[in-house]
């Protein structure tokens, strides 16, 4: 990353201008100085070991990523303190040669603050036994370590200040990074949601069409039927049937602003009971004996339970008078356990032997699943079919808006 980049390139070129710093000192010292200054021989070391040593500090990432933390730590600054202490004593300790290891203490910050403690100790070490090699004073162990110190010290807390911005750098970064990922993530999953939630609308939307509309449309084919296979015979009662049939056009109308409305606003449904007995009605006037019995105590239930018991129970009719070939129809609302509500449609007529058939099954069971609760069919060829659905009173319904 660019922050990343600037930073070590920083790095580096710090390293380069305090070891350079270093080695100016000493060439100036020695060039001053009233003796015979460096040999040839003298200057090949001294370079190469400073190249040597410079090399180590700019691709000290490479080198340790190759070996385990412990020893490749270890090896580093075992080289690197052995290369300071052969430039110190081949450079006869002339100038300031111990700025070259100050980039060490730097380093140290990057690993623990025991490392930092050990090679700050190190490096005191290492310059004061040098001076006192080479003065043949050992003098240098007092006052060496005096003016070293505060060196030290100042270039401990500075890399340990730059290395925790360095860290919290890199930690907004990463968390940058995480956060882009996470918008992303959190896009496609908006994405899908929105895809789902429109999935669902076009299931509730298709199922209100075909409950509402497709019952009307059921009830008035009979009606206009009827009214035709009597017309001859009784025109007051073909007229009687096609007034029905205009009736259920209007209310059937009526039913499907209703629904259109519903998909704006919520619905503030009539009471349960008086809703199931205009269905009763309209078995009735289709020539169906039904009945209607409430067992328990009624309690108030929440507008999507009144609205999926409807709409059962008008599916169920509606199947009745399409397929069944019954006479009697008996509907029944069970209040027993105060925990659940039971809707039993139960017919005389004809059975079947396959029920899951047909987009308004398909549509009652989605009703009822989405509401968590379950539906049974029960049915033998020429015996009648019974219908069961039992919901639970207690439904979270915030997964169908």
Known sequence: ?????????????????????????????????????????????????????????????????????????????????????????????????????????????????????????????????????????????????????????????????????????????????????????????????????????????????????????????????????????????AEDALQKAQKLTQEGLTEVRHSVAALRAPEQDRPLQDRLQDLIAESQASGITTTLSVVGNPQPLSPRLNLTLYRAMQEALTNVRKHAQATHTAVVLDYTNPEQVVLIVRDNGQGAEITDSGFGLLGMRERVNLLRGQMDISSTAGDGLTLTITLPTNTDVASEK
């Open 1 to 237: 990353m660019p922050t990343t980049t600037t930073t070590n390139r920083t790095d580096v070129l710090a390293t380069v201008v305090v070891v350079a710093a270093g080695f100016i000192t000493m060439f100036l010292a020695a060039f001053l100085n009233d003796g015979p200054g460096y040999n040839w021989v003298e200057i090949v070391v001294l370079t190469c070991a400073g190249v040597i040593f410079s090399y180590f500090l700019v691709s000290e990432e490479t080198f340790l990523d190759r070996l385990p933390e412990l020893y490749g730590v270890t090896l580093f600054f075992t080289i690197e303190f052995a290369l300071l202490i052969l430039i110190g004593l081949v450079g006869g300790a002339l100038g300031q040669w111990w700025l070259i290891g100050l980039p060490l203490v730097g380093f140290g910050t990057e690993f623990a603050n025991k490392y930092l403690v050990l090679v700050s100790g190190v490096m005191i070490f290492v310059v004061s036994a040098v001076y006192s090699y080479v003065n043949q004073s050992f003098e240098s162990l007092l006052y060496v370590p005096l003016y070293l110190s505060s060196a030290v010290v100042f270039v401990a807390i500075f890399s340990r200040i730059a290395s925790r911005e360095q860290h919290g750098r890199e930690q907004v970064e990463k968390l940058a990074i995480e956060l882009q990922e996470a918008n992303q993530k959190l896009s496609e999953y908006a994405a899908k949601v929105e895809e789902m939630v429109i999935i669902q609308e076009r299931n509730r939307m298709a199922r209100e069409i075909h409950d509402s509309l497709g019952h009307y449309l059921t009830v008035v084919n009979v009606q206009i039927g009827a009214a035709r296979a009597i017309m001859a015979k009784n025109p007051a009662k």
